[in-house]
């Protein structure tokens, strides 16, 4: 699948286009794999960081919002993940058109350069903001959603595919709670701040993260969005799990958050069949046929079924919460 294949990563810089790179490299033989970002310095330091695989890299300057450099960086471009992205909800709350030039003109462009150059699979990286969103990220990523999942019809005779993977934030991922957390305790603070004490994310690695794109790139023929199958855990668990000794105090939750992380709505059960480590939501279109699909060892999931975090079946206690931090850089 990625033997002797050239693969580009837009927003390849940040910290799922470094993990994927890597895997890339380290397990596969792939011809070319070719970083598009924005960031001259990003880029540089990770050319340093990859100075092994010089003869595999390539980094290219340009943004999505730019059409025509997409299509040039695409000439003889097997396989797009595209992971650019505008992601922080203040930023673009305040710069809204921002958000929407990057995450929605810019998937679009997205869409038309593979068409255009002939792309065989692209795979869309998707949030649990996109599913009811109530912040303009997340309004601007489910339009984003819908354009790739639209993109299958809007192909035409084009054998491009184009496909969703979706998750939550990614464990100790830039930004996130815990290194929120651990820099609060190593500055002296023996205060942990929750915004509520109800809240419920699920637990994704950076390295799942991965695989599920994998997986949408070896088996996905058009349409499909990929949700992995996650624990879940409490925010006020994995406080005490990372500093027991700590108190902790209920802030009250911020503009644009949720209590609980929502991957799959009662509304996307009617299409959405569960296989052993994942579920997939397929497209309910007039154009989409289902009997097209591989259903093999799947199953319906019942009408009406939530995939959330805060009802999931599937839970991490304070000790494996602390096995899984030793593990977190």
Same mark, same amino acid.
């Given at each position: 699948?990625?033997?002797?294949?050239?693969?580009?990563?837009?927003?390849?810089?940040?910290?799922?286009?470094?993990? @994927?790179?890597?895997?890339?490299?380290?397990?596969?033989?792939?011809?070319?794999?070719?970083? +598009?970002?924005?960031?001259?310095?990003?880029?540089?330091?990770?050319?340093?960081? @990859?100075?092994?695989?010089?003869?595999?890299?390539?980094? +290219?300057?340009?943004?999505?919002?730019?059409?025509?450099?997409?299509?040039?960086? +695409?000439?003889?471009?097997?396989?797009?993940?595209?992971?650019? %992205?505008?992601?922080?909800?203040?930023?673009?709350?305040?710069?809204?058109?921002?958000?929407?030039?990057?995450?929605?003109?810019?998937?679009?462009?997205?869409?038309?350069?593979?068409? =255009?150059?002939?792309?065989?699979?692209?795979?869309?990286?998707?949030?649990?903001?996109?599913?009811?969103?109530?912040?303009?990220?997340?309004?601007?990523?489910?339009?984003? =959603?819908?354009?790739?999942? $639209?993109?299958?019809?809007? %192909?035409?005779? $084009?054998?491009?595919? @184009? $496909?969703?993977?979706?998750?939550?934030?990614?464990?100790?991922?830039?930004?996130?709670?815990?290194?929120? @957390?651990?820099?609060?305790?190593?500055?002296?603070?023996?205060?942990?701040?929750?915004?509520?004490?109800?809240?419920?994310? +699920?637990?994704?690695?950076?390295?799942?993260?991965?695989?599920?794109?994998?997986?949408?790139?070896?088996?996905?023929?058009?349409?499909?969005?990929?949700?992995?199958?996650?624990?879940?855990?409490?925010?006020?668990?994995?406080?005490?799990?990372?500093?027991? &000794? &700590?108190?902790?105090?209920?802030?009250?939750?911020?503009?644009?958050?949720?209590?609980?992380?929502?991957?799959?709505?009662?509304?996307?059960?009617? $299409?959405?069949?569960?296989?052993? #480590?994942?579920?997939?939501?397929?497209?309910?279109?007039?154009? &989409?046929?289902? #009997?097209?699909?591989?259903? #093999?060892?799947?199953?319906?999931?019942? =009408?009406?079924?939530?995939?959330?975090?805060?009802?999931?079946? #599937?839970?991490?206690?304070?000790?494996?919460?602390?096995?899984?931090?030793?593990?977190?850089?």
């Amino acid at each position: 699948m990625i033997n002797n294949k050239t693969i580009l990563i837009t927003g390849g810089t940040g910290s799922f286009g470094k993990a @994927f790179s890597r895997y890339l490299l380290e397990n596969y033989e792939p011809k070319k794999v070719i970083i +598009f970002s924005r960031d001259e310095y990003k880029q540089w330091q990770m050319k340093n960081e @990859f100075s092994e695989y010089t003869d595999k890299m390539r980094y +290219f300057i340009g943004d999505v919002r730019d059409k025509e450099r997409l299509s040039r960086a +695409f000439h003889n471009v097997d396989y797009v993940v595209h992971a650019a %992205a505008m992601k922080q909800v203040p930023a673009c709350e305040y710069n809204p058109f921002e958000a929407v030039k990057t995450n929605v003109h810019g998937a679009q462009n997205v869409i038309d350069a593979a068409i =255009d150059m002939g792309i065989q699979k692209v795979v869309a990286l998707s949030t649990d903001k996109a599913v009811n969103p109530i912040n303009l990220y997340g309004g601007t990523k489910l339009v984003s =959603d819908k354009l790739f999942i $639209s993109a299958n019809a809007y %192909a035409g005779s $084009s054998n491009t595919c @184009f $496909s969703i993977v979706r998750y939550g934030n990614v464990s100790g991922s830039r930004g996130s709670i815990i290194p929120y @957390f651990r820099s609060l305790i190593e500055t002296g603070g023996g205060i942990l701040p929750i915004t509520d004490c109800r809240m419920t994310r +699920f637990w994704i690695t950076l390295e799942e993260g991965v695989q599920l794109v994998l997986k949408a790139l070896s088996e996905s023929i058009g349409g499909e969005t990929y949700i992995a199958k996650l624990p879940s855990f409490k925010v006020t668990d994995l406080a005490k799990a990372i500093c027991p &000794c &700590c108190k902790f105090e209920e802030i009250g939750i911020r503009e644009g958050e949720k209590l609980h992380e929502v991957m799959i709505t009662k509304e996307d059960s009617f $299409s959405t069949y569960e296989f052993d #480590q994942h579920y997939i939501i397929f497209p309910h279109m007039d154009w &989409c046929n289902i #009997q097209k699909y591989n259903l #093999q060892n799947s199953k319906k999931v019942e =009408d009406g079924f939530e995939y959330s975090s805060g009802t999931n079946t #599937q839970w991490l206690d304070i000790e494996e919460l602390k096995r899984r931090l030793d593990f977190i850089q």
